[in-house]
């Protein structure tokens, strides 16, 4: 969120007909961890949690929606769940905190980088 937010923002100050947004899918039901050896009472726990997990198609109608929605076309910087726009929580609208992990994430990018 706070990524997104911050590019939403500096795409803006420059003038950029582009869209960042941010979004969060919902717990989808899928088999990703069907390797993973799950012990009796994680299975019984996911058993009973199952109602309210979302169905594949269900978890990706918000990012759908923020694609290929007209309306969600000159949105930019805000946040989506199910479809709707949402509000984070504060630490994710926090536009310092934002700048200062773009800042970091720039610092590491050029640190560990391979010369070209």
Known sequence: ILHANELSRRLQEEGANLAVNSL?????LTNISRHMGLNGVVLSLA?????IFRSMPQGASTT???????????????YFADCNE???TSYARDGDLAKRLWDFSD???????RPT
Do not use: D, M, Q
């Open 47 to 51: 058993r009973l949690a199952k109602p």
């Open 107 to 113: 610092h590491l990018v050029e640190k560990f980088k």
């Open 64 to 78: 759908c929606y923020l694609a290929l929605h007209p309306g969600a076309e000159n949105v930019s910087g805000k």
């Open 86 to 88: 949402a509000t984070p």
């Open 24 to 28: 969060h899918p919902g717990l989808i």
